[in-house]
T-cell receptor, first 111, second 114 residues
Framework: LAKTTQPISMDSYEGQEVNITCSHN???????ITWYQQFPSQGPRFIIQ???TKVTNEVASLFIPADRKSSTLSLPRVSLSDTAVYYC????????????FGSGTRLLVRP | EAQVTQNPRYLITVTGKKLTVTCSQN?????MSWYRQDPGLGLRQIYY???????DKGDVPEGYKVSRKEKRNFPLILESPSPNQTSLYFC?????????????FGSGTQLSVL
């Protein structure tokens, strides 16, 4: 089961691009990488998912290098409403179907 | 509206008094799971279920029980709660166990065990 490591917290300002990196050295061949966003008093919600290279949607981009031992969530031009905790999740491919979340990165966006 | 519903939202109880936190989803999802969230520890999986009558332990199953008698419901049972089970609990579901399926989370249950 791939364990993930993320920075505990990050600060940014409105309008900046924010990159949050997750390390997952033991990622399995068939594992996918998924990122979730959590606001206070709410459950996490799906942001983006990828297997390799780059994935982009209306909310974020996900960069995954060839060795897949890390991934970077990129949030373009953040706003105050992007203040949240971001979780990197790796797994889903092994027969146990356990899902291991990292400790999350608390992003604070300042005016 | 597609959703995962947990009840209650807040619960205060005393040590040893059995309790059940309910979880229901209306999306016909096969996979359901429970997590607890503690400061600095992120989300830790307690139990999961791949389908009706199929459940398995997550990372922190001690002190918890679950059942999956119907596809839509996945209750979390604390037979004898202890103060170290004070936590924020989340139920989640996904369409299947495929690694590409995204999880849908409930709004959480804040449990305090005195």
């Amino acid at each position: 089961l791939a364990k993930t490591t993320q920075p505990i917290s990050m600060d940014s300002y409105e309008g900046q691009e924010v990159n949050i990196t997750c390390s997952h050295n033991n990622i399995a061949t068939n594992d996918y990488i998924t990122w979730y966003q959590q606001f206070p008093s709410q459950g996490p919600r799906f942001i983006i998912q990828g297997y390799k290279t780059k994935v982009t949607n209306e909310v974020a981009s996900l960069f995954i290098p060839a060795d897949r031992k890390s991934s970077t969530l990129s949030l373009p031009r953040v706003s105050l409403s992007d203040t949240a905790v971001y979780y990197c999740l790796v797994g889903g491919s092994d027969s146990s179907y356990k899902l291991i979340f990292g400790s999350g990165t608390r992003l604070l966006v300042r005016p | 509206e597609a959703q995962v519903t947990q009840n209650p939202r807040y619960l205060i109880t005393v040590t040893g008094k059995k309790l059940t936190v309910t979880c229901s989803q209306n999306m016909n999802h096969e996979y359901m799971s429970w997590y607890r969230q503690d400061p600095g520890l992120g989300l830790r999986q307690i139990y999961y279920s791949m389908n009706v009558e199929v459940t398995d332990k997550g990372d922190v199953p001690e002190g918890y029980k679950v059942s999956r008698k119907e596809k839509r419901n996945f209750p979390l049972i604390l037979e004898s709660p202890s103060p170290n089970q004070t936590s924020l609990y989340f139920c989640a579901s996904s369409l299947s166990v495929a690694p590409t399926e995204k999880l849908f989370f409930g709004s959480g249950t804040q449990l305090s065990v005195l």
